[in-house]
């Protein structure tokens, strides 16, 4: 019996999601085509490796090791082709690039003139909270608003994030003025504690990469970056707010793998994507 990557990939996948409709989209195949992989996978090795239920499926202590051997094995072929890459001096191929979706108004010119100027050059786009790893070779280049980069990663600081809450002029004069606020899935954040002590009347609860719009459409007021309310004309800050939010300002970061730091593809996209912040 051999066993190939493409054999573990779907159970290395449902290890790292946890849901086999996350691994799913993440393979970029059907739910349907998953199940169908993994009893093929079944029927090869001859053991069970998903127990599947009513609500879902979720790993045997089989399938979990074989996962886990899946993992090593996308581990080995990403250190692999990340030091092919690194020797490289042409600007073409595939670069890997992963941030929030708030940001992505800030990248869609950059992203524009960096492909135009290297046609050979693929971008691939994860757009998400829990993205790919840079430290774990998962992802090329990633884009983060935090306070410091984490540890194993090489970081360029961007540009610092001041907010402010901001406002239609119409929405602002509003009475009684309401508010467009973080989704229940950011409760943890500062924003969103700030947002429990002045922004309690609200007319929507939305994910951030919403709020935005929302705001500038004249639903309320909204906590953001000054940054992002600059992208549209009809936000005015509301500047009574101001001394109340100095504490919540972050930080831009550009984040690679070390060994990629040089590699002329992701050179290039980070230099693309740095000047989307110049000021």
């Known amino acids: 019996m051999n066993l190939s990557w493409d054999d573990l990939r779907y159970l290395e996948a449902l290890e790292r999601t946890g849901k086999p409709g996350h691994a799913a989209r993440e ?19 001859g053991r069970l490796c998903l127990k599947r239920s009513a609500s879902g499926a979720s ?8 996962a886990i051997i899946g993992r ?64 774990l070779r998962e992802v090329d280049v990633a884009l983060g608003v935090m306070k410091r980069p984490p540890q194993g990663c090489w970081g360029r600081k961007l540009v610092q994030l001041p907010v402010g809450v901001f406002a239609t002029t119409e929405a602002a ?14 409760v943890t954040s500062p924003e969103s504690a700030w947002e429990r002590q002045h ?8 994910p951030f990469h919403a709020l ?3 705001c500038a459409a004249g639903v309320g007021l909204g906590l953001m970056p000054r940054l992002l309310a600059s992208q549209h004309p009809q936000l005015v800050e509301v500047k ?28 290039a996209l980070m230099g693309a994507l740095a000047t989307a912040f110049e000021t």
């Open 27 to 45: 393979l970029g195949i059907s739910l349907s085509t998953f199940y169908r992989r993994v009893s093929e996978l079944e029927q090869l090795v």
């Open 59 to 66: 790993l045997t202590e089989f399938g979990h090791s074989l």
């Open 72 to 135: 090593r094995t996308r581990t080995g072929l990403t250190e692999v082709f990340a030091e092919l890459r690194a020797n490289e001096t042409a600007v073409e191929g595939e670069v890997s690039l992963t941030t929030v979706v708030a940001l992505l108004p800030l990248l869609e010119a950059p992203l524009a003139r960096l492909t135009q100027e290297h046609p050979m050059l693929n971008v691939k786009l994860h757009l998400g909270d829990d993205g790919p790893s840079v430290r």
């Open 173 to 186: 004069a509003r009475k009684p003025r309401r508010w467009v606020v973080r989704s229940l899935a950011e």
């Open 199 to 206: 922004a309690t009347d609200f007319a929507v609860r939305a």
């Open 212 to 214: 935005v719009p929302l």
């Open 240 to 267: 009574e707010f101001a001394p109340l939010v100095t504490s919540l300002e972050r930080t831009v970061w550009l984040l690679t793998h070390p060994d990629l730091r040089r590699t002329p593809r992701v050179v």
